[in-house]
């Protein structure tokens, strides 16, 4: 019921040489000017009563970065106000591209990963994070994204 990448589309294995980037499990850092959380988008899978997560990274402005990894450990980060992120995660089974679609990201008490909201558009993405999806939904996402091609 959840699928995740391990690093924004920006990132290249050439970079963990780098010492002006970073990649941990929950941050990313590019040539000291890209900065990156990971979250997840949370979608209803309505005839199951479940919930299906993508596992995604959103790039956030320096300044808001840097108050998010200050708050990261603290108790009470849930109450920040959303945070202004572009999505950089494809997720090859929408089209068009999710890349760069508006988010907000949403902190939760430490321990937890942000939660994700697209804007509200009519990107599929955005359509299904808003509606809902069926376990056939799910189903055809778990075929596209382990048998690519078929």
Not at 10 to 15: A, K, R, V
Not at 116 to 126: F, K, M, R, Y
Request: hydrophobic share 40%.
């Amino acid at each position: 019921m959840a699928f995740s990448t391990e690093a924004p589309v920006y990132w290249t294995p050439e970079m963990a040489d780098d010492p002006d980037c970073a990649l941990g499990s929950d941050q990313c850092v590019i040539q000291g000017q890209a900065f990156f959380v990971r979250g997840l988008i949370k979608i209803s899978v309505t005839d199951l009563d479940e919930v299906f997560s993508w596992g995604v990274w959103v790039s956030l402005s320096p300044e808001k970065f840097a108050r998010a990894a200050e708050l990261w450990e603290a108790p009470g980060r849930e109450s920040e106000p959303p945070y202004f992120g572009w999505l950089s995660t494809e997720l090859p089974v929408y089209s068009p591209s999710t890349i760069n679609l508006r988010t907000n990201l949403h902190t939760r008490p430490a321990g937890q990963r942000p939660l994700i909201e697209v804007e509200p558009t009519d990107h599929p993405l955005a359509v299904e994070q808003r509606t809902g999806i069926t376990a056939v939904r799910v189903q055809q996402i778990a075929e596209a994204l382990l048998h690519p091609g078929q």
